[in-house]
């Protein structure tokens, strides 16, 4: 058994300590598990959680520039992880929809799935087969082109690509928040959601990129405008062109498969 009280490394690390906490991994002095010292990992854990993420949800609602900009300038404590704020928003997303009933392609696609005609119907059961099969990767991949177009329009800035992807994913993390709770709430219905979070995914980040920057606001505006038009755009011609390859191998499968099934059939004929 570990000899606590006459410790002079880290216990996680190996590390010689010289003070309380570890100068290479950050852990804290180990001390043996007492009742008192599980209340306090309890107590620490539920403040480390709530603080920093109510901190993070109540300011990107009121001020979603200034909370990008504090995190880029190194105001990083009092803050969520902007990556762990992505993934939990669409974690519990998919938990609100499957807790519902509702279907994450009927509030994404429902433009398309409503259509009265057949071949958009398609389409947009095959985009919503993709968005839910893929719906984590794309939504960091959505960030990363918005953080590429935001390089390029503000490349003056200073500001590096990584950089401008905490720009990026923020906005469009707190918007799944957004949704999570229209869906746990059940206060609209889905048509109505999905239209409304589209409607905030354009309005909101370019607001957030307009008050991230303190320079002139009329041109920042313009240019937050341009960078949310052309990221839509390439956004909607890559999704559009994923859609028909993917419906161009379905339909090459299911062609392959018919054909197959006649030969098949020709063969049998033949034996007769």
């Not at 519990?92 to 398309?112: D, Y």
């Not at 906005?171 to 905030?200: E, M, N, Q, R």
Request: aromatic residues 16%; positive net charge; charged residues 20%.
């Amino acid at each position: 058994m570990v000899n606590f009280d006459e410790q002079t490394n880290c216990l996680n690390c190996g590390t010689k300590l010289t003070t309380r906490f570890c100068g290479e991994c950050g852990q804290e002095k180990a001390r043996r598990i007492t009742f008192k010292e599980l209340f306090k990992t309890a107590q620490r854990a539920i403040l480390e959680f709530e603080s920093p993420f109510l901190k993070t949800f109540i300011t990107m609602t009121t001020s979603p520039g200034r909370v990008c900009r504090d995190y880029i300038e190194g105001k990083r404590a009092s803050y969520f992880n902007p990556i762990k704020y992505a993934f939990w928003s669409l974690t519990f997303f998919i938990f609100f929809t499957a807790l519902t009933g509702q279907s994450v392609s009927e509030l994404t696609v429902s433009a398309f799935i409503s259509s009265t005609s057949p071949e958009t119907q398609h389409f947009g059961e095959v985009l919503s087969k993709i968005i839910e099969g893929s719906m984590l990767f794309l939504t960091f991949i959505y960030a990363a082109i918005f953080a590429l177009l935001l390089r390029v329009f503000f490349r003056k800035e200073g500001i590096k690509f990584t950089e401008f992807y905490v720009l990026a994913i923020l906005p469009s993390a707190h918007l799944t928040w957004f949704s999570s709770i229209l869906v746990a709430t059940s206060l609209l219905d889905a048509k109505t959601i999905g239209y409304t979070s589209l409607c905030l995914s354009i309005v909101f980040p370019i607001y957030t990129y307009t008050t991230f920057f303190n320079k002139n606001k009329i041109k920042v505006f313009f240019k937050s405008c341009a960078v949310m038009l052309l990221g839509l755009l390439i956004v909607g011609y890559l999704g559009a062109l994923h859609t028909y390859i993917h419906i161009g191998y379905e339909d090459a499968v299911k062609q392959h498969k018919l054909e197959q099934a006649e030969s098949e059939k020709q063969v049998e004929t033949n034996k007769l």
